[in-house]
C-alpha cells in the first residue's frame, strides 16, 4: 500500500507548487520589514501613484494604525507585521511578451502551467510574482470587443482613470477593518477589468498570484466592473512555496455587476501552510443581475474568508459554492455573506468543509435581509466532513431578518466519515486509502463540476494530495 500512495503522489507532482527561487539583491527590490509612512512613501513612489492615491495610501495607514486587531476567529499571533516586508519586486518591468519575462520567473510559471493554460483556454492572463504584475496580455479578439483587462497601476493614468477612482476601495473601505486599511496602505499589482455594455466574454480572464518571497505579503487589488448586460468568467489561481517564517496575504477584491449583467468568479487558493490568509473579496449586483462565487480553498496556517455580495438590485441574484480543507495545523475560518436590499432577491450558500489530522474548519456566514427587500429568498446549506477523531469542524451562521415578507431556510450538517461506505468499497477490492479518497472526492463533486475542466483537476489533485499528508 506504501508503494501504491508513493506512485498516487508522484502522479500527482506536488513539486509544481512547493518550490521557491533564490531572492538576490541584484534582481530584486525589498523594502525594509514593518509598517511606517517612510515605508507608504516609498511604495506610493515606486507605483508613480497620483496624488489622490498617495493621500489615500496615507489616510489608511492612520486608520491601520487606530484599528484594533480582530479578536472573534483564529488566533493571528503568530503574525507580527514588524517582520513583514510589504513590498518585492523584480527589477525587470511588466512584460506583454512571454519570451521576455525573465527566465527565472517564467519557469517559476511554466512549472505552474500558466502559459499552457493561456494558449489553450483563456482569454487574457496576469501573472504576479511578489507584489508586481510581470506578464499581461489579452488576446486581439477580446480586445477587439472593447475588454480592457489590464494591470492596475497603468489603468490609473489612462482613459480609465477616473472609473478607477470612482470605485477603489469604495465597496470595501478601509474603514472595514484592520487588513482592510493595511491593504489601502500597501496595495501593489492586482488587474483591472472593465466589460463593455452588452458584451460577453465567451472565454475566461486569469490572473495568477505567486508570493515567492519569505516573510513577505502580497497586496494584490482586483476591480472588475460588468457594465450592463455584459458576461465574464473571471478565474483566480494563488500558490507559494513553504517557509518557516510567517507570510501574509491581505488582498481585496471588488466586483460591480452591472443590470442584467453576469459575473462568474472561481478562484483556487493554495497557499502554503505558513500563510496567513486575510483575504477580503465583496460584489454588488444591480437590478436582474447575477453573480456567482466558485471558491477552493487549500494550505495557509489561518484564513478569514468570506465574500460578500449586496444584492442591491430589485430581482438580482447571488450563488456561492465552495469548499474548505484544513489538514494538520490549520485553522480555515471561511464562508459566504449576503445583505438583500432589492425587492425579489435570491441568494444560493452551498458550503462544504473537510477537515483531517487536527485540522480545524469552520464555516461562519452571515444573510442578511433588509426592511425593503420583499419577497427575498435566501438558501443556506453546509455540510462538514471530519475524517478522523482529532480534527474539528465548527458551524457559525447568522441571519438578519427585517421583513416578514422572506422565504428564508437554511441546513447544516457535521459529521464523520462512514466507516460502513468505507467496507463496502474495500469489500468490493478498492484500498482503503483509495476508498477515503474516492468519498472525499464525491463529497467535493458539487464543487468541482462547477470549474473548468483544467481547475477541477487541480482541485481534485490538490484533495489527493491533502489525503496523501503531502502538503
Not at 2 to 7: D, G, P, S, V, W
Request: glycine share 8%; charged share 25%; with cysteine.
Amino acid at each position: 500500500m506504501a508503494e501504491e500512495m508513493k506512485k498516487q503522489v508522484v502522479e500527482i507532482d506536488q513539486s509544481i507548487y512547493d518550490f521557491k527561487d533564490e531572492e538576490s539583491e541584484d534582481l530584486f527590490y525589498r523594502e525594509q520589514e514593518g509598517l511606517t509612512k517612510e515605508v507608504v512613501e516609498r511604495v506610493s513612489q515606486e507605483k508613480n501613484d497620483p496624488q489622490w492615491m498617495h493621500d489615500f495610501r496615507l489616510k489608511c495607514l492612520e486608520i491601520y494604525h487606530n484599528t484594533e486587531m480582530p479578536d472573534w476567529g483564529p488566533s493571528i499571533e503568530g503574525l507580527d507585521m514588524d517582520r513583514i516586508s510589504t513590498y518585492v519586486r523584480s527589477k525587470e518591468e511588466m512584460k506583454s511578451s512571454w519570451d521576455e519575462v525573465p527566465e527565472d520567473i517564467k519557469n517559476t510559471f511554466e512549472k505552474l502551467g500558466i502559459p499552457k493554460a493561456e494558449r489553450e483556454s483563456l482569454a487574457g492572463v496576469g501573472a504576479q510574482y511578489d507584489s508586481e504584475l510581470v506578464y499581461h496580455n489579452v488576446k486581439d479578439e477580446v480586445a477587439a470587443q472593447g475588454v480592457v483587462y489590464s494591470d492596475l497601476e497603468s489603468a490609473m493614468h489612462g482613459e480609465y482613470a477616473d472609473m478607477i477612482k470612482e470605485h477603489f476601495m469604495k465597496l470595501v473601505p478601509p474603514t472595514d477593518h484592520k487588513f482592510a486599511a493595511l491593504h489601502g496602505a500597501v496595495w501593489s499589482g492586482g488587474s483591472f477589468v472593465y466589460v463593455p455594455k452588452g458584451v460577453k466574454v465567451e472565454i475566461p480572464l486569469q490572473s495568477y498570484f505567486r508570493l515567492n518571497a519569505k516573510g513577505a505579503g502580497q497586496f494584490e487589488h482586483t476591480l472588475i466592473i460588468v457594465d450592463e448586460g455584459a458576461d465574464l468568467h473571471f478565474i483566480e489561481g494563488c500558490s507559494a512555496p513553504k517557509y518557516n517564517v510567517a507570510n501574509l496575504h491581505a488582498g481585496c477584491v471588488e466586483l460591480y455587476v452591472g443590470k442584467n449583467a453576469r459575473l462568474r468568479y472561481s478562484t483556487i487558493e493554495n497557499w502554503s501552510k505558513n500563510m496567513y490568509n486575510l483575504n477580503t473579496k465583496r460584489a454588488v449586483v444591480e437590478e436582474n443581475g447575477i453573480m456567482e462565487w466558485v471558491s477552493g480553498s487549500f494550505g495557509s496556517h489561518t484564513s478569514f474568508l468570506y465574500p460578500t455580495t449586496l444584492l442591491k438590485g430589485d430581482y438580482s441574484k447571488m450563488e456561492y459554492t465552495g469548499i474548505t480543507f484544513s489538514g494538520k495545523g490549520q485553522n480555515l475560518d471561511t464562508g459566504a455573506k449576503v445583505i438583500h436590499t432589492g425587492v425579489g432577491t435570491t441568494s444560493v450558500i452551498n458550503a462544504k468543509s473537510i477537515s483531517k489530522d487536527g485540522g480545524n474548519g469552520t464555516y461562519r456566514s452571515a444573510v442578511v435581509i433588509g426592511p425593503k427587500a420583499k419577497k427575498a429568498k435566501a438558501s443556506v446549506s453546509c455540510d462538514s466532513l471530519m475524517l478522523d477523531s482529532i480534527s474539528r469542524s465548527d458551524t457559525i451562521p447568522g441571519m438578519d431578518i427585517r421583513t416578514n415578507d422572506a422565504d428564508i431556510g437554511h441546513e447544516a450538517k457535521i459529521g464523520r466519515i462512514s466507516d460502513e461506505a468505507i467496507f463496502y468499497l474495500m469489500s468490493r477490492g478498492i484500498k482503503e486509502e483509495d476508498a477515503k479518497s474516492m468519498i472525499v472526492s464525491g463529497f467535493a463533486n458539487p464543487v468541482s463540476k462547477e470549474l473548468p475542466l483544467e481547475y477541477a483537476v487541480e482541485m481534485n489533485n490538490l484533495i489527493k494530495l491533502e489525503m496523501n499528508g503531502n502538503m
